[in-house]
């Protein structure tokens, strides 16, 4: 009886151990090329409109500002001669901040476009390999 029961127990251990092996053993879903299946992803398409929609319109207000800037220096040439030495300050002045605006937000496009889209990838591939990781 005791040989039975040793048997029993040793066959049942060595269930269990294949058993928790089998558990255990879960096949990996790994994908190589991630970036085609973040850009073929929904959610990054509709991310990746939203910020061209964006983009282009602050690109669209650079220009405008810029347009602006060109105007008031070529009329400011135009009318350089026929103006008086205070005339000539003011424009001036006024030409000297309408470049620095143009300048600031031309650097604020620049910041706020070009890491947007270095940072989108590494967003969705940690949610990706996260989700298949755990699968």
């Given at each position: ?5 040793v ?6 251990a060595v269930?269990?151990l294949?058993?928790?092996?089998k558990?255990?053993?879960t ?5 190589d090329r991630?970036?085609a ?15 061209d929609?964006?983009?282009?319109k ?6 405008s ?9 070529n009329?400011y040439?135009?009318?350089?001669p ?21 300048k600031?937000y031309s ?7 070009n ?21």
């Amino acid at each position: 009886m005791k040989r039975v029961t040793v048997i029993l127990l040793i066959v049942i251990a060595v269930g269990v151990l294949w058993i928790a092996f089998k558990v255990t053993e879960t096949s990996k879903i790994t994908y190589d090329r991630s970036a085609a299946l973040i850009y073929n992803y929904e959610g990054m398409k509709e991310a990746q409109q939203k910020q061209d929609k964006k983009e282009m319109k602050l690109k669209y207000n650079l220009d405008s500002l810029q347009v602006n800037f060109q105007k008031a220096v070529n009329l400011y040439n135009q009318d350089y001669p026929k103006l008086s030495k205070e005339e000539k300050f003011k424009r001036e002045k006024l030409l000297a901040f309408q470049q620095n605006q143009l300048k600031g937000y031309s650097e604020n496009v620049e910041s706020t476009v070009n890491p947007k889209k270095i940072n989108l990838i590494p967003t969705f591939s940690f949610f990706i390999v996260s989700f298949f990781t755990f699968v």
